[in-house]
Nanobody, 124 residues
Framework: QVQLVESGGGLVQPGGSLRVSCVAS????????MGWFRQAPGKEREFVAA????????RYADSVKGRFTISRDNAKNTVYLQMNSLQPEDTAVYSC?????????????????WGQGTQVTVSL
C-alpha cells in the first residue's frame, strides 16, 4: 500500500478556483492509478476524477467536466486536482485514492489506499 496525504483545501467564493494536492509515500508512486473522490455532508462518497499511472488517461465525473483537471507529477509523487468555476455544490471533503488497477479506481470500490481528506468549502 501507499500512504497518501492531501492538502490545499479551504474556503473559496463561488466562481473561484482552488488546487488540492496529494503526496504519496511508501511504494512506487508511478505504478499507481490515482483518483479523487469527494463526500458532502449527508451524502455518499462520489467519484470526481482519475488519472492513469503515466498520466495519459484521465476520466471525470460529468458534474466536474470542463471545470476540474487532474494531473500528476511522478517525480514529486504528487497528484493534483485543479478546480475552477467552483460552486456551492462542490463543497465536500476531497480525498485521494491509489490503486494499481484502473478499473478499481474508476469503480471507487475496494481501493487499496486512501488519504484522510481535505475540506473544500464554496461559499460567500
Amino acid at each position: 500500500q501507499v500512504q497518501l496525504v492531501e492538502s490545499g483545501g479551504g474556503l473559496v467564493q463561488p466562481g473561484g478556483s482552488l488546487r488540492v494536492s496529494c503526496v504519496a509515500s511508501g511504494r512506487t508512486f508511478s505504478s499507481y492509478c490515482m483518483g479523487w473522490f469527494r463526500q458532502a455532508p449527508g451524502k455518499e462518497r462520489e467519484f470526481v476524477a482519475a488519472i492513469s499511472w503515466n498520466g495519459r488517461s484521465t476520466r471525470y465525473a460529468d458534474s466536474v467536466k470542463g471545470r476540474f483537471t487532474i494531473s500528476r507529477d511522478n517525480a514529486k509523487n504528487t497528484v493534483y486536482l485543479q478546480m475552477n468555476s467552483l460552486q456551492p455544490e462542490d463543497t465536500a471533503v476531497y480525498s485521494c485514492a491509489a490503486d494499481e488497477s484502473w478499473g478499481t479506481i474508476i469503480a471507487g470500490r475496494l481501493i487499496g489506499s486512501w488519504g484522510q481528506g481535505t475540506q473544500v468549502t464554496v461559499s460567500l
